[in-house]
């Protein structure tokens, strides 16, 4: 799964480029990556919460945290190897 999130986050990020209103692209990434992160959160994560019971929201919550860092670092080390690519 998580090849096929790199794989959309990087395809976006090349075909958004122009469109994204900062100049940094490792700030263009890290903004697709989020909005990744929240799509994600909310269509996969959010749902087994609510069917669950019990500590689900302390699973739900240490999910978004690990999430959170693989996301933002998938999203700086994408826009960083572009800057190092293309300048």
Do not use: H, W
């Amino acid at each position: 799964m998580g090849l096929m999130i790199g794989f959309c986050v990087s395809y976006c990020f090349l075909r958004l480029l122009k469109r994204a209103p900062t100049k940094s692209p490792v700030r263009k990434a890290v903004m697709i990556s989020s909005a990744a992160l929240i799509a994600a959160t909310v269509l996969i994560d959010l749902p087994m919460m609510l069917r669950e019971s019990g500590g689900a929201l302390y699973y739900f919550m240490i999910g978004v945290v690990f999430n959170a860092v693989r996301f933002l670092s998938l999203g700086i080390t994408i826009g960083y190897q572009y800057k190092k690519r293309y300048g």
